[in-house]
């Protein structure tokens, strides 16, 4: 008994250890960009290093929210990747319910799954150009709408996937009932099955904009001024070939990773539960 009590004292402290060592290399970086956007430029590459600064100044937080636009990039990044994340998880939750429930002839219900799933397997540079020229003969190029359309277009697949799986674990008895009481299949999947998959449009909702709010590749191409560029692009600006402003870009990071920090925490109760039930099915 005194064996067994030992053997699980030394489980539980390996996995307080191991706990502890991945919340060192996960908020690190987080408190390390923070902690040098109050720095002064020469303290940032001070040896030995300031854990903590020694004379705090909010300089950066001026240069790149006063003097230069990362205001207005951080409100571009707002509007693509909540719109981004709304439309993805509107339609993909259509979707998704459709190959979930309807009954298609054949393999098709597979092979179409599989289709969708397949355009994630696609790097998404080997787009640009199409993207590029389509865009540009259409006269949205540096514009957000272009922008969303093409961060949708990258989600959707996901937005999809994650949905179909959801669906597929929920009891599809709960509809058949609602359905024998009087209800439409529209009004079963709004009343009963939207509102039972609400941990899965939590946890597609926080990876959708995730990836909307740090994608670079397809914003850089795709943007060319301030009108419509977004945060990551507006922070890569400030490594120039004469100076790295690393005080700015500091500030500027730190700022981005806020929003998406205050999302995870208001959706945690929901995402929690997202993540493990039923992402990695189907």
């Known amino acids: 008994m005194a064996h067994r009590r030992k053997s699980i004292g030394i489980q539980r402290i390996a996995a307080y250890a191991t706990i502890a060592v991945a919340l060192v290399v996960t908020l690190f970086p987080v408190y390390w960009i923070a902690a040098n956007s109050f720095k002064y430029d ?4 001070s040896i030995p290093p300031q854990w903590i600064p020694a004379n705090p100044t909010s300089k950066h937080y001026h240069a790149a929210f006063v003097e230069r636009p990362f205001l207005i990039y951080a409100l571009n990044s ?4 909540v719109s981004t994340t709304l439309v993805s998880v509107v339609f993909g939750s259509l979707a998704g319910y459709a190959l979930a429930r309807f009954q298609y002839p054949g393999r098709w219900r597979y092979q179409i799954s599989f289709w969708i799933l397949s355009t994630r397997m696609m790097p998404p540079i080997v787009t640009i150009i199409p993207l590029y020229i389509a865009f540009n003969h259409l006269g ?16 959707l697949p996901f ?14 008895e709960l509809e058949e009932a609602a359905m024998v009481d009087g209800d439409t299949r529209w009004g079963a999947f709004l009343h009963v099955a939207l509102p039972l998959a ?25 943007t060319l001024t301030e009108r419509s560029q ?30 998406i920090m205050i999302f995870a925490f208001v959706v945690q109760k929901h995402l929690v539960r997202g993540i493990s039930f039923g992402a990695v099915k189907g």
């Open 42 to 45: 020469i303290d940032i590459f």
């Open 78 to 81: 707002l509007i693509i990747a």
């Open 140 to 155: 949205m190029l540096n514009t957000k709408p272009a922008v969303i359309i093409a961060y949708t277009a990258f989600n």
């Open 159 to 172: 937005a999809t996937w994650m949905m179909k799986s959801y669906f597929q674990d929920l009891p599809v």
């Open 198 to 222: 609400r941990p899965g449009l939590a946890a597609t909702a926080i990876f959708c904009l995730i990836i909307s709010w740090n994608e670079f590749l397809l914003a850089l191409i795709l």
């Open 230 to 259: 977004t945060l990551p692009i507006g922070i890569a600006g400030r490594v120039t070939q004469y100076n790295t402003y690393w005080g700015e870009i500091s500030a500027a990071g730190f700022t981005a990773c806020i929003p």
